[in-house]
């Protein structure tokens, strides 16, 4: 259960073993990245950012996202009016940090580096050294200025999926083509890269496969037969 009655908790994502769940809750007075336990138990506040008052809060998604080892989560943060923030948080526990300038995309499928978007032009941060690297000079559909970016890359980093201002994008990489545009917000690829999954709507969830072109409602009202 990710509600009760004072305080609103948003974006949960699973640990990889399926152990736990990070997710943002404002229960503190401000939205923070909490982890608990799959069966919701054991709730831990891992963050003290945004603090009740502050003249330039974040006023965008968090979005945390497990690291591939489950140990750190990553998440978006910065100042309102500045520039998104690369940040991390270790899963058991301990001070956040601010890795780079950047909206966050996903972990690489090693965890040894955190893809994200600066200018326009898709990035990698290698965690272990703290360097930033152009991965491809192509021009993206997105800026990566603003918190709210969604995106995603795939594993072999050969396209990604971006919610723009109007749709979800899907792109190929590295030349940047168009390919596929669905409606709807939260895309996100699967674990070997193979399909995307997205909210089209109210209770409406579907998902596509990229090799074969079909898309399909995998949760929704009416029922999935």
């Known amino acids: 259960r990710l509600t009760d009655n004072w305080a609103t908790d ?65 998440f978006a943060y910065g100042k309102a009016g500045a520039p998104c923030e690369v940040w991390t948080v270790p899963m058991a526990g301990g001070p956040a940090a601010k890795r780079t300038v950047g909206a966050p995309l996903n972990w690489s499928a090693d965890g040894r580096f955190i893809y994200f978007v600066r200018d326009s032009k898709l990035w990698s941060y290698e965690v272990a050294r703290g360097v930033d690297s152009e991965v491809y000079p192509t021009k993206l559909p997105v800026d990566g200025r603003s918190g709210g970016m969604v995106g995603m890359v795939a594993p072999n980093l050969k396209s990604a999926v971006f919610r723009t201002p109007q749709r979800n994008e899907y792109v190929t990489l590295p030349d940047g083509k168009f390919v596929r545009t669905m409606g709807g917000c939260e895309p996100r690829f699967s674990a070997d890269g193979a399909s995307i999954y997205w909210v089209n709507g109210p209770k409406d969830f579907r998902r596509w496969e990229i090799a074969t072109n079909r898309e399909e409602q995998v949760l929704g009202v009416p029922p999935v037969k």
């Not at 949960?12 to 997710?23: E, K, L, M, N, V």
């Not at 982890?35 to 945390?64: C, E, W």
């Open 10 to 74: 948003t974006s949960p994502t699973w640990s990889p073993d399926g152990a736990r769940i990070a997710f943002v809750s404002d229960r503190a007075g401000s939205p923070q990245v909490y982890v608990m336990n799959a069966d919701g138990s054991d709730a831990r506040q891992l963050t003290h950012l945004i603090q009740p008052g502050d003249k330039r809060p974040f006023g965008d998604y968090l979005r945390p996202q497990v690291s591939p080892d489950g140990k750190v989560i990553l």
